[in-house]
């Protein structure tokens, strides 16, 4: 369901249905349901016109509370974090946008991230407030983001990604484990683990494939070229960690590096994992079209490899 509100400082405004139960009214549901956002707040969106129903109607702290209806809001854009790299575009026509996303910047608004995100500056950037991604990537991985501009051919490209006609190529920089011979073929079931932002191997049937071959060693390292058959969430780095080759400065699926701790990864340390080639043929006019990032990742000859050794 499309927004009625319009998109706001570069953020559309948050959607959220509403469940069946039996509540005073939407605004007594609104303050359990999101117990970390102050009541004052919640006057303060209502008072000011800044809660709506799916036609635009702006709704008041009288409304009733109606089991299957969608209330639209604006959230405040609250003090951030400022991440201190930029993305780049690197292709624009009348249909799509391809951004070179830099590591540590999210894709779309999620957590404490509003602002300092992927889409919300390239709405504010180029004006276009109907720009949607048609896949993500992580905060933590630097590279390539498909953007859709027009709503009439937004599910056309989408296809692309749902019906694996898209070609994604990522890099990455791992040790390498001496009992593996490559190229190989990695499968396995990947389910939600603990905590709920990360994944983990399970027993069921393999629902998840990456392909990786070896471009590259030196002293103890890889280089190599991943094609990820399905797009699983965390994917890449799940399967790396289970074939004892953690991705450099994964802080999630991490190996013990010596003289590194957790909370020592910053952003003179970024995850080693680099979306960067996307290929496919363009659904509306079949012809080839093929991207590639401007971004690298660590030299296999960096001093700093040779110092974790």
Not at 14 to 20: A, E, M, Q, T, Y
Not at 168 to 177: H, Q, S
Not at 203 to 217: K, R
Request: hydrophobic content about 40%; overall charge neutral; aromatic content about 10%.
């Amino acid at each position: 369901m499309k927004s009625p509100l319009p998109v706001r400082h570069g953020v559309g405004a948050s959607r959220h249905g509403l469940p069946p139960g039996q509540w005073p009214n939407l605004f007594a549901y609104l303050l359990q349901r999101f117990p970390g956002v102050a009541e004052a707040e919640w006057r303060h969106r209502f008072l000011n016109g800044l809660v709506c129903d799916e036609t635009g109607q702006a709704l008041t702290l009288n409304s009733p509370y109606q089991a299957g209806r969608v209330v639209f809001y604006y959230r405040d854009l609250p003090p951030e974090p400022v991440i201190p790299f930029a993305a780049n575009i690197l292709f624009e026509d009348d249909h799509l946008l391809v951004a070179d996303k830099p590591h540590f910047l999210p894709v779309t608004p999620a957590g404490r991230f509003l602002s300092e995100t992927l889409l919300t500056r390239l709405r504010r950037e180029t004006g276009i407030d109907d720009l949607v991604p048609l896949h993500r990537i992580d905060r933590e991985t630097a590279g390539l983001v498909l953007f859709s501009k027009r709503p009439v051919s937004r599910e056309q490209y989408s296809a692309l990604f749902r019906e694996r006609r898209i070609n994604k190529v990522y890099e990455v920089i791992a040790p390498l484990n001496p009992r593996l011979s490559f190229p190989l073929r990695y499968c396995s079931h990947l389910q939600a683990g603990t905590p709920f932002f990360r994944m983990e191997t399970g027993d069921g049937v393999a629902n998840s494939e990456t392909f990786i071959e070896l471009l590259m060693a030196q002293s103890g390292w890889g280089h190599f070229l991943v094609r990820p058959v399905t797009g699983r969430k965390h994917q890449i780095r799940v399967h790396f960690a289970a074939l004892d080759m953690p991705i450099l400065f994964d802080a999630i699926y991490p190996i013990v590096w010596p003289e590194i701790e957790a909370d020592q990864i910053t952003y003179d340390r970024p995850l080693q994992l680099l979306a960067s080639q996307l290929s496919f043929d363009d659904p509306l006019t079949g012809a080839p079209r093929s991207f590639k990032s401007e971004r690298q990742l660590l030299s296999l000859s960096d001093p700093l490899l040779a110092n974790l050794k």
